[in-house]
């Protein structure tokens, strides 16, 4: 059973515009959510994490935010960047090391 | 430089081989995991370790063994019983004593032929 979902298998954006990613969750137990970008034939790369006592997260061009009474959250990247071609898992955990992680979205900003 | 290491990049084995995946991490993390990933799937965790010695089982543990005699290194064994060997396996570190993100290696594509 998929604790975390990533229901977009893809998205496209042009160059320039907002990206955004979403995630949702089942576990109400889940306190630590983590966005991790992918390149083929790599291993995952932290992006940005946040905590269950916050809903709003910034670094740089991305942004997470919490919604922990619909058990979502999603990651803004702003302006998207054909760099940030890529695939994005969300991952969450319940005070454990042990990660959950969704089955990824495709990211494709069009120059 | 800090980091995490797996190899080989590609391993290809006939069907009913046992196959050991190496991960080496020099980041002194105390926690080290395996997970593996397959096409349309997130990542799932077939094992981890937190401390030296000792591993638990994660969601798909089945076919596979571990051991970790160092804190270094954590290598994973694909046993004959694993039913769907074929796959990326990605290996990963973190610090334990609080949840952290983990710092994945560049993973290994495991092929059965």
């Known amino acids: 059973d998929q604790q975390v979902k990533q229901n977009s298998p893809s998205l496209s954006v042009q160059e320039g515009r907002i990206s955004i990613l979403n995630c949702d969750y089942t576990n109400s137990m889940f306190d630590y959510f983590l966005w991790y970008k992918k390149y083929p034939a790599e291993g995952p790369t932290f992006l940005i994490s946040?905590?269950?006592?916050?809903d709003k997260n910034e670094d740089g061009r991305f942004t997470v935010f919490l919604n922990k009474s619909a058990k979502h959250l999603s990651l803004h990247i702003v302006p998207s960047q054909p760099g940030d071609s890529a695939v994005y898992f969300c991952?969450?955990?319940?005070?454990?090391?042990?990660?959950?992680f969704g089955t990824g979205t495709s990211l494709t900003v069009i120059p | 430089d800090g980091g995490i290491t797996q190899s080989p990049k590609y391993l290809f084995r006939k069907e009913g081989q046992n196959v050991t995946l190496s991960c080496e991490q020099n980041l002194n993390h105390d926690a080290m995991y395996w997970y593996r990933q397959d096409p349309g799937q997130g990542l799932r965790l077939i094992y981890y370790?937190?401390?030296?010695?000792?591993?638990q089982k994660g969601d798909i543990a089945e076919g596979y063994s571990v051991s970790r005699e160092k804190k270094e290194s954590f290598p994973l064994t694909v046993t004959s019983a694993q039913k769907n060997p074929t796959a990326f396996y990605l290996c990963?570190?973190?610090?334990?004593?609080?949840?952290?993100?983990?710092?994945f290696g560049p993973g290994t594509r495991l092929t059965v032929l």
């Open positions: 990963a570190s973190s610090t334990d004593r609080e949840v952290n993100e983990q710092f």
């Open positions: 370790s937190q401390i030296v010695n000792d591993f």
């Open positions: 946040i905590s269950s006592i916050k």
């Open positions: 991952a969450a955990s319940a005070l454990s090391n042990q990660f959950y």
